[in-house]
T-cell receptor, first 116, second 112 residues
Framework: GAVVSQHPSWVICKSGTSVKIECRSL??????MFWYRQFPKQSLMLMAT?????????EQGVEKDKFLINHASLTLSTLTVTSAHPEDSSFYIC????????????FGPGTRLTVL | AQSVTQPDIHITVSEGASLELRCNYS??????LFWYVQSPGQGLQLLLK??????LVQGIKGFEAEFKRSQSSFNLRKPSVHWSDAAEYFC??????????FGAGTRLTVKP
């Protein structure tokens, strides 16, 4: 149990285009989902926290208009990178949490974004 | 300031040797504690976690970790390292109701 999927697993796009990444909890209801960003050889940095049905909370320094997060259901959150640029190239990882799980998060496999 | 510290950026051990990866946290209360492993280009795999109770926690792949409140530490250990253990290891903490914060990671290299 507690499986989280991400789609796509990798994506290449042209500069200026938008890319949507999906994060799904497959066998549980995720009241909260998190989006992390990881640059090569670095740790995971939290970008934003989203609760189902409400607006996401962004970490300081993360542009909310550039990284649009939607958590429309208890099993799906999406991250849209708008007007992507090469510096947005990174590994994006989502995680999901449900109440009663001792605040444990379950991580997706990640999405590799390359912006040309 | 609240933080998670992994003092060792890179550790090299010989196959069959013992391993200890360090993790210290700086929080007012005892957080929930986790260790994850990440192979290149892959997502995170949970090795073990500590919420309460026995301070010595057993995980997968022969790993264990010991929570020491007095030292604010949660060090990861393995008695005999295998070549397949080469990866990046992350310590992470969660305070109740809050998000997960990660240490900088320790890269493990295993020599034949």
């Amino acid at each position: 149990g507690a499986v989280v999927s991400q789609h796509p697993s990798w994506v290449i796009c042209k500069s200026g285009t938008s890319v949507k990444i999906e994060c799904r909890s497959l066998d549980f209801q995720a009241t909260t989902m998190f989006w992390y960003r990881q640059f090569p050889k670095q740790s995971l940095m939290l970008m934003a926290t989203s609760n189902e049905g409400s607006k996401a909370t962004y970490e300081q320094g993360v542009e909310k208009d550039k990284f649009l997060i939607n958590h429309a259901s208890l099993t799906l959150s999406t991250l849209t990178v708008t007007s992507a640029h090469p510096e947005d190239s990174s590994f994006y990882i989502c995680s999901a949490r449900s109440w009663g799980a001792y605040n444990e998060q379950f991580f997706g496999p990640g999405t590799r974004l390359t912006v040309l | 300031a609240q933080s998670v510290t992994q003092p060792d950026i890179h550790i090299t051990v010989s196959e069959g040797a013992s391993l200890e990866l360090r993790c210290n946290y700086s929080y007012g209360a005892t957080p929930y504690l986790f260790w994850y492993v990440q192979s290149p280009g892959q997502g995170l795999q949970l090795l073990l976690k500590y919420f309460s109770g026995d301070t010595l926690v057993q995980g997968i792949k022969g790993f264990e970790a010991e929570f020491k409140r007095s030292q604010s530490s949660f060090n990861l250990r393995k008695p005999s390292v295998h070549w397949s253990d080469a990866a990046e290891y992350f310590c992470a903490v969660v305070l109740t109701g809050n998000d997960m914060r990660f240490g900088a990671g320790t890269r493990l290299t295993v020599k034949p």
